[in-house]
Protein backbone atom coordinates (compact mmCIF):
# COMPACT_ATOMS: atom_id res chain seq x y z
CA UNK A 1 0.00 0.00 0.00
CA UNK A 2 1.45 3.42 -0.50
CA UNK A 3 -0.02 4.97 3.17
CA UNK A 4 -1.93 8.27 3.06
CA UNK A 5 -1.59 10.69 0.03
CA UNK A 6 -1.77 13.88 0.29
CA UNK A 7 -1.39 16.85 -2.50
CA UNK A 8 -0.36 19.33 -2.88
CA UNK A 9 3.22 18.66 -0.42
CA UNK A 10 3.88 22.81 -0.91
CA UNK A 11 1.34 25.59 -1.59
CA UNK A 12 2.16 28.87 -1.65
CA UNK A 13 -0.81 31.62 -2.11
CA UNK A 14 -1.76 35.24 -1.49
CA UNK A 15 -3.93 35.96 1.05
CA UNK A 16 -7.60 36.00 -0.20
CA UNK A 17 -7.05 33.15 -2.40
CA UNK A 18 -9.24 30.05 -1.93
CA UNK A 19 -6.98 26.72 -0.94
CA UNK A 20 -7.86 22.97 -1.43
CA UNK A 21 -5.96 20.69 0.28
CA UNK A 22 -6.64 16.54 -0.72
CA UNK A 23 -5.86 13.26 1.02
CA UNK A 24 -6.32 9.54 0.08
CA UNK A 25 -6.98 7.35 3.25
CA UNK A 26 -5.07 3.94 3.22
CA UNK A 27 -7.66 1.81 1.33
CA UNK A 28 -9.99 -0.13 3.86
CA UNK A 29 -9.20 2.55 6.92
CA UNK A 30 -12.22 3.77 8.06
CA UNK A 31 -11.36 6.72 9.86
CA UNK A 32 -9.84 10.07 9.17
CA UNK A 33 -8.55 12.92 10.34
CA UNK A 34 -6.90 16.47 9.09
CA UNK A 35 -4.36 17.94 11.81
CA UNK A 36 -2.62 21.50 11.34
CA UNK A 37 0.69 21.76 12.89
CA UNK A 38 2.62 24.99 13.56
CA UNK A 39 5.51 26.02 16.18
CA UNK A 40 3.03 27.87 18.06
CA UNK A 41 0.17 25.75 18.59
CA UNK A 42 1.54 22.45 17.99
CA UNK A 43 -0.61 19.65 16.30
CA UNK A 44 -4.17 20.27 16.43
CA UNK A 45 -6.96 17.82 15.28
CA UNK A 46 -9.68 19.75 12.98
CA UNK A 47 -11.84 17.21 12.10
CA UNK A 48 -12.28 13.48 11.69
CA UNK A 49 -14.33 11.56 9.56
CA UNK A 50 -16.03 8.01 10.46
CA UNK A 51 -17.28 6.02 7.25
CA UNK A 52 -17.26 9.12 5.26
CA UNK A 53 -19.36 11.32 7.81
CA UNK A 54 -17.98 13.86 9.68
CA UNK A 55 -17.91 13.05 13.71
CA UNK A 56 -16.09 16.21 15.56
CA UNK A 57 -15.32 19.55 13.64
CA UNK A 58 -14.67 21.22 16.86
CA UNK A 59 -11.76 21.89 16.25
CA UNK A 60 -11.85 24.04 13.09
CA UNK A 61 -11.09 27.34 13.29
CA UNK A 62 -13.49 29.46 11.75
CA UNK A 63 -15.89 29.16 8.93
CA UNK A 64 -13.34 29.96 6.75
CA UNK A 65 -11.99 26.19 6.78
CA UNK A 66 -14.51 23.53 5.77
CA UNK A 67 -14.14 19.53 4.69
CA UNK A 68 -15.65 17.08 2.87
CA UNK A 69 -15.45 13.46 1.73
CA UNK A 70 -17.73 12.35 -0.79
CA UNK A 71 -16.61 8.70 -0.81
CA UNK A 72 -13.93 6.39 1.25
CA UNK A 73 -11.03 7.32 -0.93
CA UNK A 74 -11.13 10.66 -0.91
CA UNK A 75 -10.96 13.87 1.57
CA UNK A 76 -10.56 17.90 0.96
CA UNK A 77 -10.10 20.30 3.16
CA UNK A 78 -10.76 24.27 1.77
CA UNK A 79 -9.70 27.59 3.26
CA UNK A 80 -11.62 30.12 1.89
CA UNK A 81 -10.97 33.24 1.86
CA UNK A 82 -6.97 32.36 2.81
CA UNK A 83 -4.99 34.08 5.60
CA UNK A 84 -1.83 34.56 6.44
CA UNK A 85 -2.10 33.07 9.49
CA UNK A 86 -3.17 30.05 8.08
CA UNK A 87 0.18 29.03 7.27
CA UNK A 88 0.87 25.67 8.91
CA UNK A 89 1.45 22.21 7.59
CA UNK A 90 -1.79 20.24 7.71
CA UNK A 91 -1.55 16.72 7.68
CA UNK A 92 -4.43 13.89 6.92
CA UNK A 93 -4.29 10.79 9.14
CA UNK A 94 -6.19 7.01 8.54
CA UNK A 95 -7.15 4.55 10.87
CA UNK A 96 -8.90 0.97 10.20
CA UNK A 97 -11.96 0.63 11.87
CA UNK A 98 -10.44 -0.71 15.83
CA UNK A 99 -8.97 2.53 15.66
CA UNK A 100 -5.90 1.70 17.34
CA UNK A 101 -3.10 3.08 15.41
CA UNK A 102 -3.45 6.41 13.07
CA UNK A 103 -1.26 6.72 9.81
CA UNK A 104 0.05 9.82 8.67
CA UNK A 105 0.31 11.35 5.23
CA UNK A 106 3.72 13.54 4.65
CA UNK A 107 1.54 17.22 4.93
CA UNK A 108 1.17 20.21 3.16
CA UNK A 109 3.12 23.12 3.83
CA UNK A 110 0.72 25.76 3.47
CA UNK A 111 2.06 29.54 2.95
CA UNK A 112 -0.23 31.95 2.69
CA UNK A 113 1.42 35.58 1.51
CA UNK B 1 -11.47 14.17 28.95
CA UNK B 2 -7.73 13.39 28.29
CA UNK B 3 -4.84 15.93 28.52
CA UNK B 4 -1.23 14.83 27.85
CA UNK B 5 1.79 16.69 28.80
CA UNK B 6 5.30 16.12 27.57
CA UNK B 7 7.82 17.26 30.60
CA UNK B 8 10.54 18.34 28.66
CA UNK B 9 10.56 20.30 24.97
CA UNK B 10 14.35 19.88 24.09
CA UNK B 11 16.01 17.03 25.61
CA UNK B 12 19.86 17.36 24.09
CA UNK B 13 21.88 14.14 24.42
CA UNK B 14 25.48 12.71 22.78
CA UNK B 15 25.14 9.73 20.67
CA UNK B 16 25.42 6.37 22.35
CA UNK B 17 24.10 7.96 25.76
CA UNK B 18 20.50 6.51 27.14
CA UNK B 19 17.45 8.68 26.54
CA UNK B 20 14.16 9.66 28.48
CA UNK B 21 11.57 11.51 26.97
CA UNK B 22 9.12 11.73 29.59
CA UNK B 23 4.81 11.74 28.92
CA UNK B 24 2.21 12.08 31.82
CA UNK B 25 -1.30 11.84 31.41
CA UNK B 26 -4.76 12.83 32.62
CA UNK B 27 -7.77 10.83 32.01
CA UNK B 28 -11.09 9.61 34.43
CA UNK B 29 -10.87 6.46 32.23
CA UNK B 30 -9.26 3.66 31.11
CA UNK B 31 -6.33 5.07 27.99
CA UNK B 32 -4.47 3.92 24.95
CA UNK B 33 -1.25 5.03 24.63
CA UNK B 34 1.07 5.81 21.89
CA UNK B 35 4.30 7.29 20.97
CA UNK B 36 5.02 8.67 17.65
CA UNK B 37 8.27 10.23 15.73
CA UNK B 38 8.44 13.10 13.38
CA UNK B 39 11.97 13.07 11.16
CA UNK B 40 12.42 16.82 10.05
CA UNK B 41 9.76 17.46 6.73
CA UNK B 42 8.10 13.96 7.91
CA UNK B 43 4.68 13.36 8.74
CA UNK B 44 4.22 10.80 11.97
CA UNK B 45 5.32 7.60 12.02
CA UNK B 46 3.88 4.91 15.12
CA UNK B 47 6.97 4.54 17.79
CA UNK B 48 5.15 1.74 19.63
CA UNK B 49 1.75 1.48 21.42
CA UNK B 50 0.12 0.47 24.66
CA UNK B 51 -3.16 -0.99 24.42
CA UNK B 52 -3.74 -3.75 27.13
CA UNK B 53 -1.15 -6.64 28.76
CA UNK B 54 2.45 -6.15 29.54
CA UNK B 55 2.79 -2.70 30.69
CA UNK B 56 6.80 -2.27 29.16
CA UNK B 57 6.22 -1.86 25.52
CA UNK B 58 8.44 -2.35 23.14
CA UNK B 59 8.46 -0.28 19.76
CA UNK B 60 10.82 0.46 16.84
CA UNK B 61 14.22 1.39 16.42
CA UNK B 62 15.29 -0.05 19.69
CA UNK B 63 12.81 2.37 21.89
CA UNK B 64 10.21 0.63 24.86
CA UNK B 65 8.00 2.66 26.93
CA UNK B 66 6.82 1.45 30.36
CA UNK B 67 3.15 2.16 31.39
CA UNK B 68 2.41 3.24 34.90
CA UNK B 69 -1.10 3.39 36.02
CA UNK B 70 -0.63 4.69 39.44
CA UNK B 71 1.38 7.87 38.47
CA UNK B 72 -0.22 7.93 34.91
CA UNK B 73 2.92 8.01 33.20
CA UNK B 74 4.13 6.68 29.67
CA UNK B 75 7.88 7.60 29.36
CA UNK B 76 9.59 6.49 26.50
CA UNK B 77 13.11 5.13 26.62
CA UNK B 78 16.33 3.95 24.55
CA UNK B 79 19.57 2.58 25.92
CA UNK B 80 21.61 4.08 23.51
CA UNK B 81 20.59 7.08 20.61
CA UNK B 82 22.25 7.37 17.18
CA UNK B 83 22.40 10.51 15.32
CA UNK B 84 19.46 9.25 13.13
CA UNK B 85 16.98 9.53 16.40
CA UNK B 86 17.64 13.00 16.04
CA UNK B 87 13.60 14.12 15.74
CA UNK B 88 10.47 15.50 17.42
CA UNK B 89 8.57 12.85 19.72
CA UNK B 90 4.89 12.99 20.14
CA UNK B 91 3.22 11.14 23.32
CA UNK B 92 -0.51 10.80 22.72
CA UNK B 93 -3.64 9.21 24.26
CA UNK B 94 -7.11 7.86 23.15
CA UNK B 95 -9.90 7.25 25.75
CA UNK B 96 -12.12 4.06 26.27
CA UNK B 97 -14.70 2.25 26.27
CA UNK B 98 -15.75 3.69 23.32
CA UNK B 99 -12.26 4.14 21.19
CA UNK B 100 -13.41 6.81 18.53
CA UNK B 101 -9.65 6.41 17.18
CA UNK B 102 -9.54 10.45 18.02
CA UNK B 103 -5.81 10.82 19.68
CA UNK B 104 -5.00 13.73 22.17
CA UNK B 105 -1.96 14.42 21.28
CA UNK B 106 1.39 16.23 24.04
CA UNK B 107 2.95 19.09 22.34
CA UNK B 108 6.18 17.05 21.48
CA UNK B 109 9.27 16.85 22.65
CA UNK B 110 12.72 17.36 20.09
CA UNK B 111 15.45 14.70 20.32
CA UNK B 112 19.01 16.22 19.68
CA UNK B 113 21.44 13.97 19.38
CA UNK B 114 24.92 15.18 19.47
CA UNK B 115 27.97 13.60 17.79
Known amino acids: DAGVIQSPRHEVTEMGQEVTLRCKPI?????LFWYRQTMMRGLELLIY????????DSGMPEDRFSAKMPNASFSTLKIQPSEPRDSAVYFC???????????FGPGTRLTVL | AQSVTQLDSQVPVFEEAPVELRCNYS??????LFWYVQYPNQGLQLLLK??????LVKGINGFEAEFNKSQTSFHLRKPSVHISDTAEYFC?????????????FGQGTTLQVKP
Open chain 1, 93 to 103: ASSPPDGNEQF
Open chain 1, 27 to 31: SGHDY
Open chain 1, 49 to 56: FNNNVPID
Open chain 2, 27 to 32: SSVSVY
Open chain 2, 50 to 55: YLSGST
Open chain 2, 92 to 104: AVSALPSNTGKLI
